[in-house]
């Protein structure tokens, strides 16, 4: 299931997030300062990166809108924004 | 195709919500997808018509006013609601400032977007 | 299509709308064509407005409770967002049912779709 | 008598500012003071006409919309300004969408504001 | 000097109030929330906490808007809101 | 009468109209009648947007910041706000002045007037 997790909702975003085996979490808007301490894979929204000049750490990958929502469409999504 | 339901209640100046809902939503329909957006709350201020903001445009984000990109999403086939009731609480007037592809509507129709599209998100 | 879902309120209740128009919307999606199951959860400030010393009148709250009610919608109060902000079991209102994290994240993770207000 | 100036930066539905720069003006204008607004950002949303919210009325925060308020205050005495770039760049019709005693203005007038009164609240 | 302070404001706020001996904190709208641990007057403004159900402890004192008023003019104000 | 005025900028920059807006005003403030004189002060999420990193262009700033220098204003960035967010001193731009938390204070409270945005 994919988390779209961006602050100030970061706390439920996450300890949701954190009770699935097979979280996808995608960091979005002002989400992408976060570096969160998750197993499971961790996206971050290319364009929201870049703006705002955040060099992310290796186990976190870029992920365009475009790649977003073809994976929305694979498996369910929960917002936090 | 699948569809995608987009909730918006943010206003086009005090987070980047309309923003994100814009290029998920264009995203959405470049990939042949249904895009419907519901706006709700301050979410109804983002597309009126006539926002001019010459003095922020740069290269920044409001280089496109809210207006026009989501005239651009409902040129490319998103069907969108403003909710009636946030409307009339805002002084917004749908028949001059609300573009005419946009539905007035209640919240049966957001009802119904949740029940219709295989993944609703909320912004 | 019937669907199950979330609506987390997640706001301080006063001097903005989200908290009423949250729940307004959670009534109206209950009471829609397709009568989606609702669950309402009161989570990180939206806590203080599930006490019962909070002027629910003046929150506008009773109308969109008693439509919600009438569609079986649920309200669930988040204990550790309760926790962190001091607020003891007995002051939650009686028409909430007070859950532990796990059995938020729990009814998060069953909702086919989930909106944040 | 001394002279209070408003900063008002929020808008009727999104925080409580304009609720607290309504009853801070109030307050001042009862004790013989002057007062003085600027609505800037999104609070030039704030004085519109024409704001209707039933659903909303109970005895709650809109009973009375943020309209009738600051037309209280305007009819009370209040100086008010909307910075004008912020109601162009919301599709804001300042002609028919804001009362007639306020002042379409700009950044210099926000200065003067400061400068001239004995205290200023931001909100 | 009067010390306006309202969440999420509250850490540059109080942080600010306490470097002044004279300082007299307001609390208000969600600010009154908070329980600042901090030397000299603290106030609540009086409706914000009635309409949240808030109980004050003893050492805050309830503040109608008219004497905020006053008091803003008595002495100097920074807004934290 | 010309007075001094501290303009804090509290908010994350990208995405809303605060920081850049808030400039404006600033600068705005300094060129008025009065010529005021004016502090910026980046504080809390607002640090994020004295980074060298970041994209002035696309946050509008170029063109609000020229303004407020032309008119002598000056822009404190806070250091214990940086920390908190692993902001290093590098990273920030030329243009800011970095100050000590008790330096932030100060110059809150020698302004006459305080805006926040």
Chains 1, 5 share one sequence.
Request: glycine share 6%.
């Amino acid at each position: 299931m994919i988390y779209l997790v961006d602050k100030p909702h970061e706390d439920i975003g996450l300890r949701t997030a954190r009770g699935d085996p097979e979280a996808i979490v995608v960091l979005i808007q002002d989400g992408v300062f976060l570096d969160p301490d998750i197993e499971g894979t961790v996206y971050a929204v290319e364009r929201d990166t870049e703006v705002r000049g955040v060099t992310l750490p290796p186990e976190i990958e870029p992920i365009t809108y475009g790649e977003l929502v073809d994976l929305v469409f694979e498996t369910e999504v929960k917002t936090f924004l | 195709m699948s569809h995608l339901g987009i909730v918006l209640t943010g206003s086009p100046f005090d987070s980047e919500r309309w923003r994100t809902a814009y290029e998920i939503g264009r995203s959405a329909l470049e990939r042949g997808h249904e895009v419907s957006i519901f706006a709700y709350l301050d979410g109804v201020y983002v597309p009126m018509t006539d926002q001019h903001f010459e003095e922020a445009a740069a290269d920044g984000l409001y280089q496109k006013m809210p207006t026009k990109l989501y005239q651009e999403l409902l040129d490319s086939g998103a069907e969108m609601f403003v909710c009636g009731l946030c409307t009339d609480a805002r002084s917004v007037d749908t028949e001059s400032q609300i573009p005419d592809e946009i539905t007035v509507g209640l919240l049966p129709d957001l009802a119904d977007i949740i029940g219709e599209a295989d993944r609703v998100i909320s912004l | 299509m019937k669907k199950s879902v979330a609506v987390i309120l997640t706001r301080a209740p006063y001097g903005r709308i989200h908290l009423s128009e949250g729940l307004r919307a959670a009534g109206g999606i209950a009471a829609g064509f397709d009568h989606h199951d609702v669950t309402v959860i009161f989570a990180e400030d939206a806590v203080y407005a599930a006490r019962e010393d909070v002027d629910r009148e003046a929150l506008n709250m009773p109308a969109q409770i008693t439509d919600l009610k009438a569609n079986d919608g649920t309200m669930l109060v988040d204990r550790s967002a309760m926790e962190v902000r001091n607020i003891d079991s007995q002051e939650i209102m009686d028409d909430t049912v007070i859950v532990s994290a796990s059995e938020v994240t729990e009814s998060i993770q069953d909702a086919e779709e989930v909106l944040t207000f």
